[in-house]
């Protein structure tokens, strides 16, 4: 029998802020990875009180889950992601939209509209989460 090896899926993407993450010591982070999120990284959350006070907490703690590498540190967590600077902020939001809300995550990737020059679409503020619409 003649079996082919099955399509490799991609789960992880790389990407450069706009301006980057500058942490206390002063180091600017701006290549980073995120991977694609498991319903888990979204239903989980919802629980958390910080959420529950303030429902927009949510974009930073699914981004702080999905977000595997940022420059040289070594862990992600929430704090790192409220030190972003806005315009990063945004476009970690709008990059986690595009990966997980398309069949072919890399294709979407490819197409933008993540670049600087490119039409500007309209993004609920915060990610959304499974049910929404």
């Not at 993407?13 to 999120?37: C, N, S, V, W």
């Not at 939001?93 to 398309?102: D, P, T």
């Amino acid at each position: 029998m003649n079996q082919t090896s099955p399509a490799r899926f991609q789960t992880e993407f790389e990407f450069t802020l706009p301006k980057g993450y500058l942490d206390p010591t002063g180091i600017l982070h701006r290549q980073g990875t995120m991977r694609l999120a498991t319903a888990s990284d979204e239903i989980l959350p919802l629980a958390d009180p910080r959420v529950e006070k303030n429902p927009a907490y949510l974009a930073c703690i699914v981004l702080a889950r999905v977000i595997v590498k940022l420059g040289s540190l070594q862990d992600i967590d929430v704090k790192v992601i409220e030190g972003l600077f806005a315009q990063d902020f945004e476009y970690l939001q709008r990059l986690y939209e595009q990966l997980n809300g398309s069949d072919d995550p890399a294709a979407a990737l490819a197409a933008g509209p993540l670049a600087e020059d490119s039409e500007p679409r309209t993004y609920h503020k915060g990610i959304r989460t499974v049910g929404e619409s």
